[in-house]
Every structure is written in structure tokens, then in C-alpha cells.
């Protein structure tokens, strides 16, 4: 298959929530809470959601603050969501269940002037991955 190096896998096994994910040659562990009967030894499935769309952000303040040559010298952006998913889970067979709200924090680093730093600021807006959750978006299983 031409395309099989665009493919994200995943495998769980037997039983637990302990799941091998690889992307291309990157190779991670996602899970759950030991409270929740996980083992605790990678992010949960929200937490990969909320490092997708934190690293986009940081990526989109960097792509942007080269092309001004602005002295962005670093850029920390938290996530959360505003509730815990584990209900989801236990709903999801009958009920639209989801996040519905992400707080995102952005700390910019360098020697930016107000006006720099609340430009920055409005392209954080314009992450192409906060587009796409909020435009929203359908996902088809193929075989």
C-alpha cells in the first residue's frame, strides 16, 4: 500500500487499556489511570488530543514569529480539558459523549513588544489543528 507510512496504528492486547501506538517511526504508549483500571504508563486518549492540538499551537507561533524574524525565543502552551473523560466511556454506547470545552494557556518568551506579543497571539487562533476541531470532523472506518 503507497500510503501505509500515513497510517497512525494502534494495538491493544487481551485485556487492560495499555495500547502501542506508532506513528511512522515514532513509537508511543497510550492508557488510562490505575482508578480507572489502566496502568498509568502513557497519556489517555484526551491527553494525545490535547498534545496534538499544544504542539500545533507552539508550531504555528514558531512558523510565524521566523517569517516576521520577531524574537520569539519560546513559547509554552498548556492544555486542559474541562472535565475528566472517564464518564465518556462508560456512556459512549448510548450517549454523544466528548470534551466540550479546551483551555489552552500560552507563555511567550523573548524580548516582544506588546504589539508582537498580541499578534502572536491572534495566530494562535489560526492553528490548523483548533480549526479543524472546531469546524469539526467526521470519521469514516474504511476496510
Known amino acids: 500500500m503507497a ?4 497510517w ?4 491493544i492486547g487481551k485485556k487492560g ?6 506513528a511512522g517511526a515514532h513509537h508511543m504508549i497510550a492508557d488510562e489511570p490505575v482508578s480507572v483500571g489502566g496502568t498509568d504508563r502513557g497519556p489517555t486518549p484526551y491527553e494525545f488530543l490535547l498534545a ?7 508550531m504555528t507561533l514558531r512558523v510565524y514569529a521566523d517569517r516576521k524574524q520577531w524574537p520569539l525565543e519560546g513559547a509554552m502552551v498548556e492544555m486542559r480539558s474541562g472535565r475528566s473523560h472517564e464518564q465518556d466511556c462508560e456512556k459512549c454506547e448510548t450517549e454523544k459523549v466528548g470534551i466540550g470545552t ?13 504589539e ?9 487562533e489560526r492553528c490548523p489543528v483548533k480549526q479543524t476541531l472546531e ?6 472506518t474504511v476496510e
Open 52 to 58: 496534538g492540538l499544544g504542539a500545533c499551537t507552539a
Open 135 to 140: 469546524r469539526g470532523i467526521k470519521v469514516v
Open 8 to 11: 497512525v496504528t494502534t494495538r
Open 3 to 6: 500510503d501505509a507510512a500515513r
Open 102 to 114: 479546551i483551555e489552552r494557556r500560552i507563555t511567550l518568551e523573548g524580548p516582544l513588544t506588546d
Open 17 to 22: 487499556f495499555h495500547t502501542n501506538v506508532n
Open 116 to 124: 508582537q506579543r498580541d499578534r502572536i497571539l491572534q495566530i494562535a
